[in-house]
T-cell receptor
Framework: AQSVTQLGSHVSVSEGALVLLRCNYS??????LFWYVQYPNQGLQLLLK??????LVKGINGFEAEFKKSETSFHLTKPSAHMSDAAEYFC??????????????FGTGTKLQVIP | EPEVTQTPSHQVTQMGQEVILRCVPI?????FYWYRQILGQKVEFLVS????????KSEIFDDQFSVERPDGSNFTLKIRSTKLEDSAMYFC?????????????FGPGTRLTVL
């Protein structure tokens, strides 16, 4: 079964500092990978997705993630943190299939705190 | 931009009562899902639905849960006899026949509180 591991349930960074949220996946073949953000008391918003078109994926709000097959990683980064980035971030994975259906398996989430 | 909608945003019910959570998926999508997030925990897959039948369900999705697509637009999750541990945020998601990836679009969620 597909799974993702997010290292660090809480990450604190200073405003303007680099954001790095770690995610490793387990799969025998490269899956589809996603990062979702959840603001307090809100739903899930897709930040970015890896679909094999490019290993460096750019998303919304200045976030990007790099797919590294050799490391089975898909870490999320942002060069300069803003206060508005404070939220919980979920890495997620789904299998490749031709039919379009596949369940998404989520990681345990990382809460990002941005310190003024 | 099309989006998944869910109603109600918050439902409070007494233990043992039946609840129905409603979702309107994106109109041309064919795959429908329910996920659950207990407070402070990760998002968990409950069930997927395609072609008017369940494609896959998790261990959580026991006999007290059911899903239905009663018409061409709604997708519902019914909990027959709610338990305290059913208190959670429930997310509906839908997906299309995208050839290159399996992105699912999530609704804003329904917060279910069982007293």
């Amino acid at each position: 079964a597909q799974s993702v591991t997010q290292l660090g349930s809480h990450v604190s960074v200073s405003e303007g500092a680099l954001v790095l949220l770690r995610c490793n996946y387990s799969s025998s073949v490269p899956p589809y990978l996603f990062w979702y953000v959840q603001y307090p008391n809100q739903g899930l918003q897709l930040l970015l997705k890896y679909t094999s078109a490019a290993t460096l994926v750019k998303g919304i709000n200045g976030f990007e993630a790099e797919f590294k097959k050799s490391e089975t990683s898909f870490h999320l980064t942002k060069p300069s943190a803003h206060m508005s980035d404070a939220a919980e971030y979920f890495c997620a994975v789904s299998d490749r299939s031709s039919g379009g259906y596949q369940k998404v398996t989520f990681g345990t989430g990382t809460k990002l705190q941005v310190i003024p | 931009e099309p989006e998944v909608t869910q109603t109600p945003s918050h439902q409070v019910t007494q233990m043992g009562q039946e609840v129905i959570l409603r979702c309107v998926p994106i109109s041309n999508h064919l795959y429908f899902y329910w996920y659950r997030q207990i407070l402070g925990q990760k998002v968990e897959f409950l069930v997927s639905f395609y072609n008017n039948e369940i494609s896959e369900k998790s261990e959580i999705f026991d006999d007290q849960f059911s899903v239905e697509r009663p018409d061409g637009s709604n997708f519902t999750l019914k909990i027959r006899s709610t338990k305290l541990e059913d208190s959670a945020m429930y997310f509906c998601a839908s997906g299309g026949l995208a050839a290159s990836y399996n992105e699912q679009f999530f609704g804003p969620g329904t917060r279910l509180t069982v007293l």
